[in-house]
Each structure stands twice: as C-alpha cells, then as structure tokens.
C-alpha cells in the first residue's frame, strides 16, 4: 500500500468541523475512578430510518446527516448490527468526485485540563461489493471540536485497496500523527493491519491529551503500545500548526472512490460507541 497517497487522500478530503449547538449529555461518574463517560451509545432504543439535515431527527439521540449526495446515505439501521441497530453509512463509486457520506453528533465538551487521558471504544464492519477491485476504501471516526475552525482530537481511519486488491489488503486501521510538519505519515500499528472483511471488530484507542500522545491501540483483543507518535495538530495559518482542545462533535464518514482501474459500493457499519476521559492516577504507567 501506498502510505503517503493514502493520507494524503485521508486529510486532504477532511471537513472543518462546524459550530453546532451542543446537545446536553449526561456525564457518567464511574465508581472506582476518576473516569467520566462522556458519551455511549448502542443504538438499539433510536427510530430506524436516514439520518437527518441538522439538528437531525428527534428520535435518533442527535445523529445528523452533514452530508450525503445520493446513492450514499446514513441511516440508523438493523441489518447488521451487534445489537437491534447500529450505525450504517453508504457509499458508490458512481457518485460524481470524493464528495464524503458524513454523519455528526454533537457532545458535551468535557474539561480536559482536568481529565487529560481519552478513550475512544467503537465497533466497525468494513464490507465492499468487489474485493477484487484495487480501488480505494476510506471511512473515519473522528472525534474533534474547537478552538474553532475545528481540530482532530482523535480518531482512526479504515483504509483498503489504494493499488492493491482489497482482498489481499484486508482491512487496516491507521491513525494520522503530527511529524513536525504535517500529519501525512499515517501510522498502521501491527495489530490493526489485515483485518477480516464483514467481521465485526472491536477498537480502543487511548490518548493522553497533557503529553499530546497516543497511548494504547487495542483492536479485537491484541493491543499495542503507541505512545511514541504525537497526536494530530491542524493547520490553522501559514507554517502554524495547533493542537485541539475541546471535543464537541463525533463525527462518521465514508469516501467514495473509483481509481487504479476498480471501483465498487462500499459500507461501514458502526456500534457501540463510548468515549471516556480521566485523570491518570498518580504513578500509573502512561
């Protein structure tokens, strides 16, 4: 695979994230630590149907759809799903240019000066009509927020093909990582490269915001750990590049792509999200 191709296309497609209102979320306490749950959800008690234009269906916890050019659409869904639903989101290649299938939902910015550790927990099945095809597959959660125009705070993408048969490729999860200059070296740590098709899998990414590094990716039971990688900055003026700060929205999305001769339908299907945030203890190993 062809790794600087594949971040560039990954960054370089990315929208500003939008000022949205923030809908309330209650913030979780756990007992036995100073972890707070900021957001979870399984999607099993939300109405089924497409998600909606901003502020999205009322029915649906505060997932819009930002964009979806047809065929694509998102949508709350059963057909594959751990539980009653999940989260589904469709792409072709026949739509006209990269124009992204993009579901949002705003969350309550927790203090992280306070509760610098984050975790995301997420479960994703990658499936595509045409394995054989050497096309690209690109789909990203992303959650980000202010200092406004908008920032990664953290995230994975999900990426095959870009030269090289899907099935061969597999399905990896890679991260973006600020090398000085850019965030187009994107990082594929071992445990998350050549996963299965039309399997569900099981992702927790940790990150220490304070540090501003990765510190842990776990994928189906194996992790690995990742705390030499800086965390993703955005450029916000001529040679300035910033860190995030809040985090506001979660955000899904898909990319259409037909090139290197193949092109094909593609899904991403998601469940279970949870995103925690905490103050390491003291003396617990980073």
Do not use: C
Not at 51 to 78: C, H, K, N, V
Not at 102 to 112: A, Q, S, V
Not at 261 to 268: A, E, F, N, P
């Amino acid at each position: 695979m062809d790794m600087k191709t594949l971040g560039l296309l990954a960054h370089a497609f990315l929208p500003v994230l939008l000022l949205i209102p923030v809908v309330a979320v209650s913030q979780e306490r756990a007992s036995s630590s100073s972890k707070i749950t900021v957001y979870k959800e399984n999607f099993s008690s939300l109405s089924p149907g497409p998600t909606q234009p901003f502020p999205g269906a009322t029915d649906q916890d505060g997932w819009f759809s930002q964009l979806a050019r047809y065929p694509a659409y998102g949508e709350i869904g059963g057909e594959i799903a751990l539980g009653a639903k999940g989260l589904h989101e469709f792409t072709s290649s026949s739509i006209d240019g990269p124009v992204q299938t993009i579901d949002k939902r705003p969350i309550t910015p927790p203090d992280l000066s306070r509760y610098p550790r984050i975790t995301l927990q997420v479960n994703f099945y990658a499936r595509t009509s045409d394995l054989s095809a050497a096309n690209t597959y690109f789909s990203e959660i992303i959650v980000g927020g202010g200092p406004h125009p908008g920032f990664e705070v953290l995230g994975f993408g999900i990426t095959s093909g870009n030269g090289i048969s899907k099935e061969i490729d597999g399905v990896n999860v890679g991260f973006a990582s600020f090398n000085g200059g850019d965030n187009n070296e994107p990082i594929f740590p071992t445990v998350a490269r050549n996963l299965a098709w039309d399997t569900w899998h099981a992702v927790t990414l940790v990150v220490d915001q304070t540090k501003d590094r990765y510190v842990s990716l776990e994928v189906d039971g194996r992790s690995e750990d990742i705390s030499t990688y800086a965390l993703p900055r955005s450029n916000t003026a001529p040679d300035v590049w910033e860190r995030g700060q809040l985090m506001e929205t979660i955000q899904a999305l898909i990319i259409p792509s037909a090139d290197f001769g193949g092109s094909s339908d593609d899904d991403i299907y998601w469940d279970n999200f949870k995103i925690t945030v905490e103050q390491p203890r003291r003396g617990k190993k980073q």
